[in-house]
Protein backbone atom coordinates (compact mmCIF):
# COMPACT_ATOMS: atom_id res chain seq x y z
CA UNK A 1 0.00 0.00 0.00
CA UNK A 2 1.62 3.46 -0.78
CA UNK A 3 0.58 6.54 1.68
CA UNK A 4 1.03 10.24 0.95
CA UNK A 5 2.58 11.58 3.83
CA UNK A 6 2.47 15.43 4.15
CA UNK A 7 3.24 17.77 7.11
CA UNK A 8 1.21 20.84 7.67
CA UNK A 9 2.80 23.79 6.74
CA UNK A 10 1.43 26.27 8.93
CA UNK A 11 0.92 24.70 12.82
CA UNK A 12 2.63 25.11 15.31
CA UNK A 13 4.10 21.48 15.93
CA UNK A 14 4.24 18.72 13.81
CA UNK A 15 1.24 17.81 12.35
CA UNK A 16 0.53 15.39 9.48
CA UNK A 17 -2.11 14.25 7.20
CA UNK A 18 -2.01 10.86 5.55
CA UNK A 19 -3.59 9.97 2.50
CA UNK A 20 -3.54 7.08 0.83
CA UNK A 21 -2.39 6.20 -2.70
CA UNK A 22 -6.06 7.36 -4.07
CA UNK A 23 -5.33 10.85 -2.04
CA UNK A 24 -8.30 10.20 0.19
CA UNK A 25 -7.43 10.78 3.90
CA UNK A 26 -6.55 8.01 6.14
CA UNK A 27 -5.23 9.49 9.08
CA UNK A 28 -4.47 12.44 11.20
CA UNK A 29 -1.21 13.66 13.25
CA UNK A 30 -1.34 15.91 15.74
CA UNK A 31 1.81 16.47 18.05
CA UNK A 32 0.84 17.70 21.45
CA UNK A 33 2.09 21.26 22.75
CA UNK A 34 3.95 22.42 25.94
CA UNK A 35 5.10 19.18 26.52
CA UNK A 36 7.93 17.54 27.84
CA UNK A 37 10.00 15.70 24.67
CA UNK A 38 8.17 15.45 21.89
CA UNK A 39 4.29 13.49 22.03
CA UNK A 40 2.29 13.14 18.69
CA UNK A 41 -1.20 11.38 18.33
CA UNK A 42 -1.75 9.20 15.18
CA UNK A 43 -5.71 9.14 14.47
CA UNK A 44 -8.24 7.48 12.32
CA UNK A 45 -10.74 9.78 10.52
CA UNK A 46 -13.36 9.41 13.29
CA UNK A 47 -10.60 10.83 15.87
CA UNK A 48 -9.78 7.33 17.69
CA UNK A 49 -6.39 6.96 18.90
CA UNK A 50 -4.38 4.12 16.74
CA UNK A 51 -1.09 4.89 17.84
CA UNK A 52 0.50 7.44 20.64
CA UNK A 53 4.53 8.87 20.05
CA UNK A 54 6.54 9.79 22.64
CA UNK A 55 9.93 10.80 22.97
CA UNK A 56 12.52 9.62 25.81
CA UNK A 57 14.07 12.18 27.26
CA UNK A 58 16.96 10.28 29.51
CA UNK A 59 18.85 8.71 26.63
CA UNK A 60 22.03 9.30 24.43
CA UNK A 61 20.79 9.25 20.77
CA UNK A 62 17.20 10.43 19.63
CA UNK A 63 14.55 7.20 20.65
CA UNK A 64 10.87 7.57 20.34
CA UNK A 65 8.20 5.00 22.10
CA UNK A 66 5.35 3.82 19.32
CA UNK A 67 2.05 3.24 21.80
CA UNK A 68 -0.74 1.05 20.60
CA UNK A 69 -3.74 0.13 22.76
CA UNK A 70 -1.75 1.13 25.67
CA UNK A 71 1.00 -1.17 25.26
CA UNK A 72 4.62 -0.14 23.74
CA UNK A 73 4.69 -1.74 20.40
CA UNK A 74 8.16 -0.57 19.24
CA UNK A 75 11.14 2.05 20.10
CA UNK A 76 12.41 3.57 17.44
CA UNK A 77 16.19 4.45 17.83
CA UNK A 78 18.71 6.95 15.92
CA UNK A 79 21.84 4.96 15.40
CA UNK A 80 25.56 6.44 14.75
CA UNK A 81 26.49 6.47 11.13
CA UNK A 82 28.70 8.31 8.82
CA UNK A 83 27.43 7.83 5.27
CA UNK A 84 24.19 7.54 5.48
CA UNK A 85 21.30 7.88 8.09
CA UNK A 86 20.41 3.96 10.62
CA UNK A 87 17.53 3.58 12.60
CA UNK A 88 16.35 0.44 14.89
CA UNK A 89 12.91 0.18 15.35
CA UNK A 90 12.28 -2.91 18.32
CA UNK A 91 9.48 -4.20 17.83
CA UNK A 92 7.80 -5.24 20.59
CA UNK A 93 5.69 -8.74 19.11
CA UNK A 94 8.04 -9.22 16.03
CA UNK A 95 11.82 -9.03 14.20
CA UNK A 96 13.32 -5.48 14.70
CA UNK A 97 13.47 -3.13 11.50
CA UNK A 98 16.50 -2.03 10.53
CA UNK A 99 16.10 1.58 8.58
CA UNK A 100 18.41 3.15 6.44
CA UNK A 101 18.89 5.81 4.15
CA UNK A 102 19.54 9.04 3.32
CA UNK A 103 18.48 12.17 5.29
CA UNK A 104 18.90 15.07 2.73
CA UNK A 105 16.67 13.24 -0.34
CA UNK A 106 14.32 11.59 2.09
CA UNK A 107 14.85 8.17 1.15
CA UNK A 108 15.21 5.63 3.46
CA UNK A 109 14.26 1.53 2.98
CA UNK A 110 12.83 -0.60 6.07
CA UNK A 111 14.38 -4.36 6.16
CA UNK A 112 13.23 -7.05 8.01
CA UNK A 113 16.05 -10.11 7.83
CA UNK A 114 17.30 -8.87 4.83
CA UNK A 115 13.71 -8.33 3.35
CA UNK A 116 12.52 -5.11 2.49
CA UNK A 117 9.12 -4.29 4.06
CA UNK A 118 7.98 -0.87 3.72
CA UNK A 119 10.16 2.01 1.23
CA UNK A 120 10.14 6.01 2.05
CA UNK A 121 10.82 8.41 -0.72
CA UNK A 122 10.25 12.25 -1.02
CA UNK A 123 11.19 11.43 -5.18
CA UNK A 124 7.34 10.71 -5.71
CA UNK A 125 5.93 14.06 -4.97
CA UNK A 126 7.55 17.26 -5.75
CA UNK A 127 6.32 19.37 -3.39
CA UNK A 128 8.78 20.02 -0.41
CA UNK A 129 6.94 18.88 2.78
CA UNK A 130 5.41 15.83 1.18
CA UNK A 131 6.66 12.22 0.78
CA UNK A 132 5.32 8.73 0.01
CA UNK A 133 5.60 5.69 2.49
CA UNK A 134 5.36 2.56 0.60
CA UNK A 135 4.17 -0.72 2.93
CA UNK A 136 4.75 -4.05 1.54
CA UNK A 137 1.60 -6.34 2.05
CA UNK A 138 1.06 -7.80 5.29
CA UNK A 139 2.63 -5.29 7.26
CA UNK A 140 1.42 -3.06 10.12
CA UNK A 141 0.90 0.02 8.30
CA UNK A 142 0.57 1.86 11.08
CA UNK A 143 3.73 0.84 12.85
CA UNK A 144 5.83 1.90 9.66
CA UNK A 145 3.82 5.10 9.21
CA UNK A 146 4.64 6.16 13.01
CA UNK A 147 8.32 5.04 12.62
CA UNK A 148 8.37 7.31 9.35
CA UNK A 149 7.13 10.46 11.30
CA UNK A 150 10.04 9.39 13.97
CA UNK A 151 12.34 9.79 11.48
CA UNK A 152 10.92 13.13 10.12
CA UNK A 153 10.71 14.56 13.42
CA UNK A 154 14.35 13.62 14.62
CA UNK A 155 15.72 14.79 10.55
CA UNK A 156 13.37 17.98 11.39
CA UNK A 157 15.40 18.89 14.73
CA UNK A 158 18.48 18.93 13.15
Known amino acids: MLYQLR ?89 SLDVQGDPWNHEYTFMRADQEVARVSKQWFSLSERYGVEVQPNEDDVLILASAMVIDVINDKR
Open 7 to 95: EKLFSLGEDFVIQDDQGNDCYLATSKLFSLGEKLSLCDLSGQEVARIEQELLTLRPTYTIWRDGSEAATVTKRLGFLSEHFVVDVAESE
